[in-house]
């Protein structure tokens, strides 16, 4: 008998419905997860709610195998898998409550032999936490290893964190290909996950404590965004100089051993603008850095709406294309997007003359439709206005030549249109 035949992945979103359907695809039996009653029916028809390439067909190919069902409730099985979301509060403050409810949904039908492992994003000790959840509601099992030494022999459940680390766009490829760093809270506890991601993961799995893990998935997110925020510090700063920031990035990349990042009109997506968060919140005093990166990357946003404003107050006729809205090029994910955050505030300010460009939506966002903004494709756009706000690096976008958008007046936040004068 396999060691890992039957596999629970609790949250069927942009991690954990990807997973369940790769471990599928392997010919092991998955059950995905979900509270969301829609969710388990569309996943349950072969269909999916979510926009990743190769996706969909993968998801047709493990239902209508019969290796991927849905449910509401968690079922008995050999491993389970939690990968629901971890946001954070008004206040920064790390939420965990749906990592809690998940521990909740799986401890009544966990069996003596399990894995448990959580991939969503988390602060320091968070697994250890799981692993303490359970005991309390299972107190006849035991975490941790060697239970034949310690008089557990039949009790012992497995419990470690393995962080997912894919790029949105590119997760099929990644979850297969990228390196995984696997904690237990025990050694034995880690051993047993790397077996288990040794059968469908080709990048190297290696081992490391829960706690370490937690911090590796936070600091590749920390990092990330610190260096954004220089990317975007350097941006202001050549503003006030009247100097060109991409010219300047472009030369200085130039030196061996310098890559400066691109700046924007801020940072967007679920994890970067998060996560350092979950540091910041741990040690406040000692996160000074990330701290201020963070700050300096809202700021950016906010610079550029008066940038925007005094430009479109200068010019009071004029209809103002706002191209972009996702939180990154070529998706159509809007979550936390700061291109998103512009447009709804220069909506509200000058309704119908924003004209709202963003190739990647099938259905214009409905509170930008409700402040009056009017949608378009990007040559309508052009010809019915003076002003454009280019807030994504779109490739529709890049594919426009000088010579069609030489009379518009430009605010270029992501160095696209650089062969004309601009401000950025
Ligand atoms: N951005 C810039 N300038 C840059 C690079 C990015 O402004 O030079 C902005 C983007 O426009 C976007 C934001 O940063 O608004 C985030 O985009 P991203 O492509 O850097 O990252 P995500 O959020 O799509 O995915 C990240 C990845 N983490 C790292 O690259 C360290 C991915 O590997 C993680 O799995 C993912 O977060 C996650 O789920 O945590």
Known sequence: MHEFEKVCVVGLGYIGLPTAALIASRGIQVLGVDTKDDVVKTVAAGTIHISEPDLDGLVAKVVSSGTLTTATKPQAADVFMIAVPTPIDRDNKPDLSMVRAAVDSIADVLAPGNLVILESTSPIGTTEGVATQIVERRPDLHVGSNGKANGHANATINVAYCPERVLPGRILTELINNDRCIGGVTPACTRRAQRFYKSFVRGACVATTARAAELVKLTENAYRDTNIAF??????????????????????????????????????????????????????????????????????????????????????????????????????????????????????????????????????????????????????????????????????????????????????????????????
């Open 231 to 424: 990317a975007n510090e350097l941006s202001m700063i050549c503003d006030r100089f009247d100097i060109n920031v991409w010219e300047v990035i472009d030369l200085a990349n130039r030196h061996p051993r310098v890559n400066v990042l691109r700046p924007g009109p801020g940072v967007g997506g679920h994890c970067i603008a998060v996560d350092p968060w979950f540091i910041i919140d741990s040690a406040p005093d000692l996160a000074r850095v990330m701290r201020t990166s963070r700050d300096v990357n809202n700021d950016k946003t906010h610079r550029i709406i008066a940038q925007a404003e005094a430009l479109i107050d200068d010019h009071p006729y004029a209809n103002i294309a706002c191209c972009g809205l996702t939180f990154k090029a070529n998706i159509d994910d809007l979550r936390e997007s700061p291109a998103m955050e512009i447009a709804q505030h220069l909506v509200a300010k000058y309704g119908s003359r924003i004209k709202i460009v963003e190739p990647n939506l099938r259905n214009p966002p409905r509170d930008l439709a409700d402040l009056g903004a009017e949608f378009m494709d990007i040559d309508e756009a052009i010809h019915a206005c003076e002003i454009a706000i280019l807030l994504v690096d779109h490739d529709e976008f890049k594919l426009v030549p000088l010579a069609e958008r030489r009379h518009l007046d430009v605010i270029d936040t992501r160095g696209v249109w650089q062969d004309m004068p601009a401000r950025t």
